[in-house]
T-cell receptor, first 110, second 116 residues
Framework: DAKTTQPNSMESNEEEPVHLPCNHS???????IHWYRQLPSQGPEYVIH???SNVNNRMASLAIAEDRKSSTLILHRATLRDAAVYYC???????????FGKGTSLLVTP | DAGVTQSPTHLIKTRGQQVTLRCSPK?????VSWYQQALGQGPQFIFQ???????QRGNFPDRFSGHQFPNYSSELNVNALLLGDSALYLC???????????????FGPGTRLTVT
């Protein structure tokens, strides 16, 4: 499976945008890019996913580099509730498993 | 609409014992996956059940087994417990037959297993 690399931790001020990077230089053409987050004492929660084009939903935006070797999860206005561990995950077209790494721990300060 | 539910919430077992964890998927979902999350680590995929059969398995020994019932609920069984099996066990469900590629997986709150 292709691997992802994320910073261990990031910090943001409340109500400011947050850009969470993910490197996946060995991504294959059929790998989908998924993002999940895990709030304290909860199970992971789906955030967004994409293949080649940038994607937007009510929670966040996903910007995918043209060569697909990196992507960025964008939270447009961070709130205290967004403090969580964010996981960038590659999934094979024919795969079913979510292979979580260690993720990025996001701290949001008032 | 109830989400994914898991029972029990917490469990303490002794090394060598056997344990059964239970999961009910979100309404309308027929696929159930199990994950193990050690403290400070990301969840690790154990296996996935679809149509009452194990569809994919992660790198876990045969001590870990599962079952899916006709109502789509699922059990995770772990035999001969080791201290290293202490972890949060997460269940996730997804919508019909699509696997992980396009579907959100909905996670339950997990069962915290402590092996002493």
């Amino acid at each position: 499976d292709a691997k992802t690399t994320q910073p261990n931790s990031m910090e943001s001020n409340e109500e400011e945008p947050v850009h969470l990077p993910c490197n996946h230089s060995t991504i294959s053409g059929t790998d989908y890019i998924h993002w999940y987050r895990q709030l304290p004492s909860q199970g992971p929660e789906y955030v967004i996913h994409g293949l080649t084009s940038n994607v937007n939903n009510r929670m966040a935006s996903l910007a995918i580099a043209e060569d697909r070797k990196s992507s960025t999860l964008i939270l447009h206005r961070a709130t205290l509730r967004d403090a969580a561990v964010y996981y960038c995950i590659l999934i094979l077209y024919s795969g079913y498993a979510l292979n979580f790494g260690k993720g990025t721990s996001l701290l949001v300060t008032p | 609409d109830a989400g994914v539910t898991q029972s029990p919430t917490h469990l303490i077992k002794t090394r060598g014992q056997q344990v059964t964890l239970r999961c009910s998927p979100k309404s309308g979902h027929d696929t159930v996956s199990w994950y193990q999350q050690a403290l400070g680590q990301g969840p690790q995929f154990i296996f996935q059940y679809y149509e009452e059969e194990e569809r994919q398995r992660g790198n876990f020994p045969d001590r870990f087994s599962g079952h899916q019932f006709p109502n789509y609920s699922s059990e995770l069984n772990v035999n001969a417990l080791l201290l290293g099996d202490s972890a949060l066990y997460l269940c996730a469900s997804s919508s019909p037959g699509q696997g992980a590629i396009g579907d959100e997986q909905y996670f339950g709150p997990g069962t915290r297993l402590t092996v002493t």
